[in-house]
């Protein structure tokens, strides 16, 4: 018997093995609501990673190459590690957009590649300038089944440009933000980081079961208006295990803005935050609204972490809004150096035009916090409803404050509220009365629901994405 044949064999393998060894690192898994059958890289349709080459191209033509598969098991794109400068693009259905750890998608500075588009119906207007807004840098509508994900590769949208612009008075039209996907189902953005946004980050609107999911944000704590994560008329989201760090709220809870909203008529509701870091000294870590004139309801907030904040869970609102907040519930919050732990505001003034209804009065009720302990505080509370139109049913328990080192002389202000307490320090004011406690003289709690939400019952799978897969599938 000859050995030919074997060692022939032997040698092939020993000197393949160090290419299969890179072709195999080239191979990854990854988590993934849905996985994918096609895949492809930036790179076979002329993407250059250097930083100066623009992309923006390179984008567009790999998501309509890969749009073919939406009914055949569904796409990846995978940009690997670079830099990849590049302007707006859209998304596509069934499709998954997945960042290398060493990814940096770099927004284009030049404004031509930021179309205009026009403003969201239920705002009526632009929130910097009146007419439309810039396109989005990753943007999608009427679309399911969309990921955008990665092992923690980075978006940087190279803000400062359009915060210039902000600061001068120079915008024509409503900055762009990172992240917007519209009138779109079933999403998931997850394991990214996200870096100096020309203004918000992460925008779904008029959608349903999001899960924005090990999300970091960076943007300098001075630039405006770069808010985390603003879910906009949605249903059934889950937004978790999150740092943000940013110029305005790290998430802002919103439903269109006065009469446009009103109009609309389409609530955020049934949204689940929890195991979120904040840090934003001028602004709020959630703030519930003040856009909010279509409806806020079954908001439910747990395990949050705030740090150098200016308040906690903030509810913003005004005559003219019309709509309602209600059935907000928040447990085991800690919060280091704010200024206030509760605020609550029935002035927020900001209108889109003179054409809204002053007597459009919100309704703001069913409002609970429980199982809170703050440091640093400069003010226990400003609790502010409107006048004829007062804020109730409000619930604290389980509450510990501790003031800062110069702290306000009155710690709290109430007008326009009402409500109960239960083991709260310092004592509140005389609108929120210590509650009866249980039976056997316990903490009577602040209420928390016991049952899951949707969202909850949805869970990530692992997926694996080839390189050679890859080269194959493009065509």
């Not at 409503?174 to 925008?203: A, G, K």
């Not at 929890?274 to 909010?292: D, N, Q």
């Not at 239960?422 to 003289?441: D, I, R, Y």
Request: proline share 5%.
């Amino acid at each position: 018997m000859s050995m030919i044949p074997i060692v022939v064999v032997l040698l092939l393998l020993i000197s393949t093995r160090g290419k299969a060894r890179v072709l195999l690192d080239n191979d990854f898994e990854y988590t993934a609501l849905k996985c994918r059958a096609h895949s492809a890289s930036i790179m076979d349709f002329g993407g250059v990673g250097d930083g100066i080459t623009l992309n923006t191209k390179a984008f567009q033509a790999a998501i309509s190459n890969l749009s073919q598969f939406e009914s055949d098991g569904g796409s990846m794109l995978f940009v690997p590690a670079g830099k990849w400068l590049t302007g707006s693009f859209n998304l596509t259905n069934h499709f998954t957009l997945y960042l290398h750890r060493d990814a940096h998608l770099l927004a284009s500075q030049d404004i031509n590649e930021w179309p205009v588009i026009d403003p969201l119906p239920s705002y009526g207007r632009g929130r910097d300038a009146a007419g439309g807004r810039h396109i989005s840098l990753i943007f999608g509508t009427n679309l399911t089944d969309v990921i955008i994900t990665g092992n923690n590769g980075t978006i940087d949208g190279q803000g400062d440009l359009w915060w210039q612009k902000f600061h001068k008075g120079q915008l024509k039209h409503t900055r762009p933000y990172l992240i917007e996907l519209m009138h779109s189902e079933n999403i998931q953005i997850s394991n990214l980081t996200l870096v100096n946004s020309p203004s918000w980050n992460i925008h779904p609107v008029y959608s349903s079961n999001i899960l924005v999911q090990g999300i970091t944000i960076n943007a300098p704590l001075d630039s405006p208006n770069t808010d985390g994560i603003n879910p906009d008329s949605c249903t059934n989201t889950r937004i978790e295990d999150c740092h943000i760090a940013c110029g305005d709220d790290c998430v802002a809870v919103k439903s269109g803005w006065d009469e446009y909203g009103i109009s609309f008529g389409m609530p955020t509701k049934h949204l689940l935050i929890r195991r979120l870091t904040c840090t934003s000294p001028t602004s709020a870590v959630i703030a519930i609204g003040s856009e909010m004139s279509g409806g806020i309801e079954d908001v439910r907030a747990e395990s949050i972490l705030a740090i150098n904040s200016e308040s906690g869970v903030r509810i913003k609102t005004a005559a003219g809004r019309g709509g309602y907040v209600r059935d907000i519930y928040v447990r085991g919050m800690t919060m280091r150096t704010m200024k206030w732990a509760f605020w609550m505001t029935g002035n927020y003034g900001s209108h889109p035009d003179d054409k809204f209804d002053p007597n459009a009065l919100p309704a703001v009720r069913n409002i609970n916090y429980r199982d809170v302990v703050a440091e640093g505080v400069e003010m226990a509370a400003r609790l502010e409803g409107i006048a004829g139109d007062p804020f109730t049913e409000i619930c604290l328990s389980n509450v510990t404050i501790g003031m800062a080192a110069k702290p306000k002389k009155v710690q709290w202000t109430c007008t326009d509220v009402g409500g109960v307490s239960s083991e709260v320090t310092p004592k509140p004011c005389e609108q929120l009365p210590e509650g009866e406690g249980t039976a056997n003289g316990g903490v009577r709690e602040c209420q928390f629901p016991v049952d899951r939400l949707p969202i909850e019952n949805i869970v990530v799978q692992t997926c694996t994405y080839s390189n050679s897969t890859a080269s194959r599938t493009h065509v």
